[in-house]
C-alpha cells in the first residue's frame, strides 16, 4: 500500500488525489498541482508520544478528585459537577500539552 507524502494515510495506487488533504499523487496530477505539498503539522506532532497522555491524566485526575469531593453533596451537585471537572481537566492538559509544543520549538 501507497502512503500519501503530505499527510501519511494510506492511499490506493489508481488514486491521483488524496482524498484528506488534497495532495497529488501521480506524476501528472503532481505536475499539474505544481509540486508537492509540505508534509502537514499536527497539535503537538514534535512531542513523544507520552506528553499527549498529559490531557487524559489531567482529566481523569480532576474526575476523581471532584467526585469525592461530592460525596455530602446532593444529587444534582454529584451529577454536574464530576463530568464539568472531567471536560475541564481535560482542556487543562492540552493547554500544558500546547506549552510543552511551544518549549519545543513548535510553531
Ligand atoms: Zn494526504
Known amino acids: 500500500?501507497?502512503?500519501?507524502?503530505?499527510?501519511g494515510i494510506g492511499v490506493d495506487s489508481t488514486?491521483?488525489?488524496?482524498?484528506?488533504?488534497s495532495q497529488a499523487l501521480s506524476e501528472e496530477a503532481i505536475q499539474q498541482a505544481g509540486g508537492?505539498?509540505?508534509?502537514?503539522?499536527?497539535?503537538?506532532?514534535?512531542?513523544?508520544?507520552?506528553?499527549?497522555?498529559i490531557p487524559f491524566i489531567t482529566?481523569?485526575?480532576?474526575?476523581?478528585?471532584?467526585?469525592?469531593?461530592l460525596t455530602e453533596s446532593g444529587p444534582l451537585a454529584r451529577t454536574l459537577i464530576p463530568p464539568i471537572c472531567f471536560i475541564a481537566g481535560g482542556f487543562i492538559g492540552l493547554l500544558i500539552l500546547n506549552e510543552f509544543?511551544?518549549?519545543n520549538g513548535e510553531n
Open 1 to 7: 500500500m501507497e502512503i500519501c507524502p503530505a499527510c
Open 15 to 21: 488514486w491521483h488525489i488524496c482524498p484528506k488533504c
Open 36 to 53: 508537492p505539498k509540505p508534509p502537514q503539522r499536527n497539535f503537538a506532532s514534535t512531542l513523544p508520544w507520552y506528553y499527549h497522555t
Open 59 to 69: 482529566s481523569i485526575t480532576a474526575l476523581i478528585v471532584a467526585d469525592s469531593n
Open 101 to 103: 509544543a511551544k518549549t
